[in-house]
């Protein structure tokens, strides 16, 4: 069975960063892209980047390039997403994905 | 960026009704779209691959189809759970960008 399991929910301070994770089980990590997917509440699916485990190429979108950082472990199967310099407009669930299957969600409260 | 234009943002239709949602891209994407539904507090499901592939598991009643940049989802006859938000995804190029949702709810 695949599953990605996630990290807990987090509680942040303004201008702080945070790192999120998502281990992966029950396929070769390596063979899929790992995906991160924004959703504020009760709003839409915004797309932030991508990492490819094999050698940990990324590919943002233009307005995730300095907030968000992808890496992956091979050797843990765990991809992670740092945030830095949060702001308000931070606060939204956080999605890995490789689009077949979903991490189900971290959500990220930026509050003094 | 290729926009994807998703309508309608919002419907309500009865029980049984045929009900269908529409993604406009504006480039050409082939037929590199997937759509997904999420229900409340839930992470978002595959429902179609490639634009018309039905995903496994997912009931016969939902189907997709391509009209040049229109991309549809369609519900054959509604049932009760499949009260949810449809999204579109286009991955033929980055940044990869979804439509803006569809909530669909019950009458």
């Known amino acids: 069975e695949v599953l990605l399991q996630q990290s807990g929910a987090e509680l942040v301070r303004p201008g702080s960063s945070v790192k999120i994770s998502c281990k992966a089980s029950g396929y070769t990590f390596t063979d899929y892209y790992m995906h991160w997917v924004k959703q504020r509440p009760e709003q839409g699916l915004v797309w932030i980047g991508r990492i490819n485990p094999a050698n940990g190429n990324t590919v943002y979108a233009e307005k995730f390039k300095s907030k968000a950082t992808l890496t992956a472990d091979k050797s843990s199967n765990t991809a992670y997403m740092q945030l830095s310099s949060l702001t308000s407009e931070d606060t939204a669930t956080y999605f890995c994905t490789n689009f077949d299957y979903w991490g189900q969600g971290v959500m990220v409260t930026v509050s003094s | 960026d290729i926009q994807m234009t998703q309508s309608p943002s919002s419907m309500s239709a009865s029980l049984g009704d045929r009900v269908t949602i529409t993604c406009q891209a504006s480039q050409d994407i082939g037929n590199n779209l997937i759509w997904f539904q999420q229900k409340p507090g839930k992470s978002p499901r595959p429902m179609i691959y490639y634009a018309t592939n039905l995903a496994n598991g997912v009931p016969s009643r939902f189907s997709g189809s391509r009209s040049g940049s229109d991309y549809s989802l369609t519900i054959s006859s509604l049932e009760s759970e499949d009260m949810a938000d449809y999204h579109c995804?286009?991955?033929?190029?980055?940044?990869?960008?979804f439509g803006s949702g569809t909530k669909l709810e019950i009458k």
């Open positions: 995804l286009q991955y033929k190029q980055y940044p990869l960008t």
